[in-house]
């Protein structure tokens, strides 16, 4: 990214970690909705962690994997790193298991595993634009929260702050010191040993495990304890309609990825492989896009959402909207537009899959081609004096969506409605307030 003056709106502080805090803003000159990772203030005269924030971006900036989120390039607003990337539009795994304390589906879980490792494998290999040699990356900190699943099935490694690597215009010192999650750390990272891909493959077993069990397994930093707990979690694992056969499989794997000894683990190519290679022999189906479809676009739909000015991170992210208040950028392209012609369609209320893509896509959407659509009378003939009659259903499908964008215009209208002489509106209506109040508590 390489504009002097760059222009944002947040929209949403999407999440925060131990050293920057992710949010989503609408980038005003472009129309473009992108995600900014910004250091906290209480990492800003610390040197090294600046060092590793702009090393982040270099080095994501020139790996080109569908597996790993694409970075546009390092930003310095107001004399602070801000790394612009692309916004993915899902969840982290640690948000999607949260309510499945079963975890997900045996080959949701073998999947996801499958790409991660192909694409730690891509960043472990990857050449520099103009290199010779590969970076080397080890991302270090691999855990469900640093993993995304998009609505459409794409999964995305993420949040390599404190990976390591080797390449031109490195600034940070790499040392193994002991950072990432606990939970998820190999053995030999505590140790302080230098870092091998080996301990990204003894994450990813843990992830397995809990992916497929809904249960993380705690282990050991001692190899006699490590193991029994190992063989005491993969006896424990059991999953429906999995056979004996299918189960020894499975335990295999994941006691090979997170052996003890790191020399005994699989490579990231073998362990794609192996991976493959269960799938086949299983008759398990690499396809997420369809389970994402059906379970995680309503989740990352339906999540709790507060506004930027509300969040506790919020006076933190203040500096990112100044410019936006300075310079005037010609309006991008709106969304209102779309949204005015799908309203005209016969019956768009019938089936509100297409709907629901458009705004999750476009979360800086209005209520207004919404408002259009709405009666402001109380009786169902307030348009007897001109202009067609709208469905009752139409109008009970808005009054729905609008739950989601409670503006004063909004809960006026809602207020009118809900004296409305059709008690499905009234109903409707009464919801949208009900939820309104709800959330100003």
Request: glycine share 8%.
């Amino acid at each position: 990214m390489s504009r002097g003056m760059p222009a944002f709106k947040l929209l949403e502080i999407a999440a925060a970690g131990t050293f920057g805090t992710v949010c989503i803003v609408k980038d005003l000159d472009r129309g473009t909705l992108v995600a900014l990772k910004v250091l906290k203030d209480t990492h800003l005269n610390r040197p090294r962690v600046i060092a590793r924030t702009k090393d982040e971006a270099l080095m994501l900036s020139q790996i080109h994997h569908p597996g790993i989120v694409r970075v546009d390039g390092l930003l310095t607003i107001e004399g602070r790193p801000v790394i612009a990337m692309d916004w993915v539009r899902g969840l982290s795994l640690e948000a999607i298991l949260h309510p499945r304390k079963q975890g997900l589906p045996m080959p949701i879980g073998v999947e996801i595993v499958r790409q991660a490792a192909l694409a730690l494998g891509a960043a472990y290999h990857a050449v520099p634009l103009g290199g010779r040699a590969p970076m080397h990356i080890i991302h270090r900190d691999v855990k469900p929260s640093n993993m995304l699943l998009s609505v459409d099935g794409e999964l995305k490694v993420v949040d390599f702050g404190i990976a390591r690597g080797e390449f031109a215009g490195k600034e940070a010192k790499t040392l193994s010191m002991v950072l990432g999650a606990r939970g998820y750390l190999a053995p030999e990272r505590l140790d302080g040993y230098d870092d091998k891909p080996s301990c990204d493959i003894y994450s990813l077993g843990v992830v397995l495990h809990e992916l497929v069990t809904g249960r993380h397994a705690v282990l050991s930093v001692h190899r006699d304890y490590h193991n029994q707990a190992l063989q005491k979690h993969l006896a424990a694992v059991q999953i429906d309609g999995l056979g004996e056969p299918g189960h020894a499989l499975l335990r295999s794997l994941v006691a090979d990825m997170c052996c003890y000894e790191e020399e005994d683990r699989p490579d990231h190519e073998t362990l794609a492989r192996r991976l493959g290679e269960l799938q086949d022999q299983l008759g398990l189906s690499r396809d997420l896009s369809a389970w994402a479809t059906a379970e995680v676009f309503p989740q990352f739909r339906d999540r709790p959402r507060i506004r930027p000015i509300d969040h506790p991170s919020y006076p933190q992210l203040a500096f990112l909207e100044r410019q936006a208040r300075k310079v005037q950028f010609p309006a991008p392209p709106d969304v209102d537009q779309e949204l005015r012609l799908f309203l005209k369609q016969p019956g768009w209320w019938e089936d509100l899959h297409d709907l629901e893509i458009i705004l999750v896509k476009n979360p800086h959407w209005s209520e207004a081609p919404f408002l259009e659509r709405l009666p402001s009378g109380h009786r169902s003939w307030w348009r007897f004096w001109g202009g067609p009659e709208v469905d009752s259903n139409e109008i009970v499908a808005i009054l729905d969506v609008l739950r989601h964008r409670p503006s004063r215009d909004v809960l006026q209208r809602a207020e009118q409605l809900r004296r409305h002489s059709d008690d499905n509106i009234a109903l409707a209506a009464q919801r949208l307030l009900d939820r309104a109040h709800l959330a100003a508590r």
